[in-house]
């Protein structure tokens, strides 16, 4: 083969399957938005006209506002722990040497490659038996840790690549300088960390923020976004529903660009 | 460089911060998995989950061939989910790390929304773009193709593209980063050796990519088996899978037992099938 026909046809190759890789991802999500534009009730083309009538019928919506709330709450709360959690996670799987180091990381690691609807399940037992000897039920509680234990695996990946990318020298001049674990920690880890642990946390966030499979599990009656959609997919159902998404997505893409940011900083860093 | 310090385990900064992992991951994933394992071994009576010690379930699952038909319907579907994600991912994930360097971080950020947007309103998405009256037809019409070009809906192909939309990042992610670390000097060796581009691909990238081809397909697999939004949604709920029929066991049986005994069985089968491709794979690399 002659050499300018290789790269011709790679490079053909390569921005074809790039482009149609881009307009398929965004294909649905394109499809939401111009659905929650239509003004008639039902979510078929051609539309009645062009409406954000159903934007505010969203805002007057108890039930859609309150699935809002429940899912920002729930997502802030697990990121908090998660956030936590997973960072010294990282911290142990990268930088300390022990016996059981494999088996430390295989452990906090393993719910990444669990089918996330078989967790749900396998904790929604555990919580139903638990609940049965000692009073209590599923709620937005249980919901609450089922996140944790599925986002934290994430944010110790995300910032174990910071924490590898980082010097253990600069730790040892400080503690040289007569700074106390505390003090190291507080002055040289955190801060050097800090982008990494940022865009981990948003997410462990978004991660949490748009979890279907486990609080469908584990929510018990309390309803989040992604549940709610759940229960209103069908053509059937009114453009409320494109209209909630399309709702979702402006936060969504500016926190995915935000902690796009943070690693790009984290990486010159 | 040497990046790990060492240190030994009776360092009391090691437990503080190994610890809240250590408890999180036994008590809320170990345990429930071992309990599952236990409930397996009891019955169900009037809907109430009753502490009698018996094999009644799992003499059930290994007799009702029910079961592995769906089983096998899902790994099915899971194999070929992984087969088309890296078909499709190996020359994104290629061109990211090769061809798009002005626009590296906005592509980035493209993929990554798409990947953690919330899965139902993807998937409720297609629903309308691949609906009888959906916006597929409605723009085939507009260029001039017969009426409903696309009626796949609630088909295994609608299935299988749902999962390879949701799945699909996972191999992006993986192979661009391997690609990512290949070292540049190796391919321009092989260009100076008189490799062409094709040759130098062929021989040096493809064979340095296969870490993250086969990180990426694990990933996808595992959680391809588990997949219950696709099949019930842009399915229809036609042809089950194991997930959904692990769902009716508990919510609409409410045969606890059972639902463990198909929870661990398809997990387990997932984790063999795993096995058993990374045994031949290790195998053919010790032949050659």
Known sequence: MNHRFESALANVILYGSMAAGLVFFYVPIFTLIAFSFQEGRFLTLPFDGISLKWYGALFQSGPALNALWNSTLIAVVATFVATIVGTMAAIVAVRYCFKGKRAFQGLAGAPLAFPQLLLGIVLLLWFSVLGRWFGFNTGIVTAIIGHVVYIAPFVMVIVAVQVYNFDPVLEDAARDCGATTWEVYRHVTIPLLWPGIFSAAIFAFLLSWGNFYITYSLAGSTRTIPTFIFSGIAVGSSPLYPAIATVVFIPGILLVILANRFRIRAAAA | ?288
């Open chain 2, 1 to 288: 460089m040497d990046m790990e310090v060492s240190r030994i385990w009776r360092d009391p900064e090691l437990w503080v911060k190994a610890l809240p992992s250590v408890i999180l991951q036994t008590t809320c994933f170990l345990a429930p998995l071992v309990m599952t394992f236990i409930l397996t071994f009891q019955k169900t009576q009037n809907f109430q989950l009753n502490w009698t010690w018996n094999l009644a379930t799992w003499t059930d699952v290994f007799t009702k061939p029910h079961y592995w038909t769906i089983l096998g319907h899902t790994l099915f579907m899971a194999l070929a989910c992984v087969v088309v994600c890296i078909v499709i991912a190996f020359p994104i994930a290629y061109g990211l790390a090769t061809r798009f360097r002005a626009y590296d971080s906005e592509i980035k950020v493209l993929i990554t929304f798409a990947f953690i947007t919330d899965a139902t309103l993807k998937t409720f998405g297609w629903v309308l773009f691949l609906d009888k009256k959906g916006a597929a037809n409605y723009l085939f019409a507009h260029l001039g193709l017969p009426q409903e070009t696309v009626a796949f809906l609630f088909s295994d192909w609608a299935t299988l593209l749902g999962m390879v939309y949701n799945l699909l990042p996972f191999a992006i992610f993986t192979i661009y980063l391997s690609i990512d670390n290949i070292e540049r000097s190796l391919i321009l060796a092989a260009y100076d050796a008189g490799a062409s581009k094709f040759r130098a691909f062929w021989e040096v990238t493809l064979p340095l990519s296969r870490p993250g081809i086969w990180a990426g397909s694990v990933l996808i697999f595992l959680l391809g088996v588990g997949v219950f939004l696709e099949p019930k949604v842009l399915g229809g709920g036609k042809s089950p899978m194991s997930a959904e029929l692990i769902r009716q066991t508990f919510e609409t049986r409410v045969n606890w037992p059972l639902g463990a005994a198909l929870t661990l069985v398809l997990m387990v089968v997932a984790i063999f099938v795993v096995l058993l491709f990374s045994r031949v794979a290790g195998m053919r690399k010790a032949g050659a």
